[in-house]
């Protein structure tokens, strides 16, 4: 069974600085795609950024410049290391993966995903 686990929430001040881990332990496929989502309270997930087998990265408008998508394949861990943070930023972020049949030009939206983490909350204050 495919398990994701995230780590590395937290609180921080406007402007700081945090990096999220998701621990995947899915069989690599020839096409997986791993993804970072958030959901602010009263709002709908929504995707962030998402990577692929080829290190291809794609990116939500509002995080592009900020935040960065990686993976370690070694250690199958998934980062998204997140700069400039800002209020709205602050929501609970989750770890997504699909391990075969996921269209990376539909990275960002949540139906391509089977399997996802728990969370981690992130809250930025002003």
């Known amino acids: 069974q495919v398990q994701l686990e995230e780590s590395g929430g937290g609180s921080v001040q406007s402007g700081g600085s945090l990096r999220l881990n998701c621990v995947h332990s899915?069989?690599?496929?020839?096409?997986?795609?791993l993804a970072w989502f958030r959901q602010a309270p009263g709002k709908e997930r929504e995707g962030v950024a998402a990577?692929?087998?080829?290190?291809?990265?794609h990116y939500a408008q509002s995080v592009k410049g900020r935040f960065t998508i990686s993976e370690d394949n070694a250690k199958s861990l998934l980062y998204l290391q997140m700069n400039g943070l800002k209020p709205e930023d602050t929501a609970m972020y989750y770890c997504a993966a699909d391990y075969g049949g996921a269209r990376f030009n539909h990275a960002l939206e949540e139906s391509e995903y089977s399997y996802w983490g728990q969370g981690t909350q992130v809250t930025v204050s002003s």
């Open positions: 990577f692929d087998l080829h290190g291809g990265t």
């Open positions: 899915g069989k690599r496929t020839t096409s997986y795609v």
